[in-house]
Antibody, heavy 113, light 112 residues
Framework: EVQLVESGGGLAQPGGSLRLSCAVSGSTLRNSWMQWVRQAPGKGLEWVANTNPDGSGKDYVDSVKGRFTISRDNDRNTLDLQMNSLRDEDTAVYYC??????WGQGTLVTVSS | DVVMTQSPLSLPVTLGQPASISCRSSQSLVHSDGNTYLIWYQQRPGQSPRRLIYMVSHRDSGVPDRFSGSGSGTDFTLKISRVEAEDVGVYYCMQHIYWPHTFGQGTKLEIK
């Protein structure tokens, strides 16, 4: 059974940074497209970023371009999201997702002064 | 960006009765490879989303056969043949043919 476990969430100030990680077990990442999806409190789902299997291709929603960076380590079976210049509106539960199918439990990011 | 529009946004249903959710995309979701990249997710209260249906009509392993997906091009439907208590939650459609991938607003299913 595939398991995805996110970590790294917490409280950050506006303009600050956080780095999220997603550890995957039960399956190799080598052939998988990986995504980050977020959900603001009481709101719907928003796709944030995506990386192709070898990490050479990355896409972002416009609102995070230039601020967030998705990366992966296929040897360690991990996916990361570096979040810089954080804004209040980035407050959300961040989920890591594998092949648009398997989801983690999410990690809460709160941006507030 | 491709806009995904779901209706209704709230769906009260009596136990044992059918339910239907519509999802419309602002552009065709048919890829040049012939596949249509439309997914349905279920999010139960307090849980992470779970994929139910992929490529319009393919049910994921472990998903009860009372769930079915249909549609083509820009119009899609998720049907539950007989609603059970465990089906309470929010249902989302998502397109993953265009960047950025986009979700519908969500349809909240509750028991009447």
């Amino acid at each position: 059974e595939v398991q995805l476990v996110e970590s790294g969430g917490g409280l950050a100030q506006p303009g600050g940074s956080l780095r999220l990680s997603c550890a995957v077990s039960g399956s190799t990442l080598r052939n998988s497209w990986m995504q980050w999806v977020r959900q603001a409190p009481g709101k719907g789902l928003e796709w944030v970023a995506n990386t192709n299997p070898d990490g050479s291709g990355k896409d972002y929603v416009d609102s995070v371009k230039g601020r967030f960076t998705i990366s992966r380590d296929n040897d360690r079976n991990t996916l990361d999201l570096q979040m810089n210049s954080l804004r209040d509106e980035d407050t959300a539960v961040y989920y890591c997702m594998k092949d648009a199918r398997d989801w983690g439990q999410g990690t809460l990011v709160t941006v507030s002064s | 960006d491709v806009v995904m529009t779901q209706s209704p946004l709230s769906l009260p249903v009596t136990l044992g009765q059918p339910a239907s959710i519509s999802c419309r995309s602002s552009q065709s979701l048919v890829h040049s490879d012939g596949n249509t990249y439309l997914i349905w997710y279920q999010q139960r209260p307090g849980q992470s989303p779970r994929r139910l249906i992929y490529m319009v009509s393919h049910r994921d392993s472990g998903v009860p056969d009372r769930f079915s997906g249909s549609g083509s091009g820009t119009d899609f439907t998720l049907k539950i043949s007989r609603v059970e208590a465990e089906d309470v939650g929010v249902y989302y459609c998502m397109q993953h043919i265009y960047w950025p991938h986009t979700f519908g607003q969500g349809t909240k299913l509750e028991i009447k």
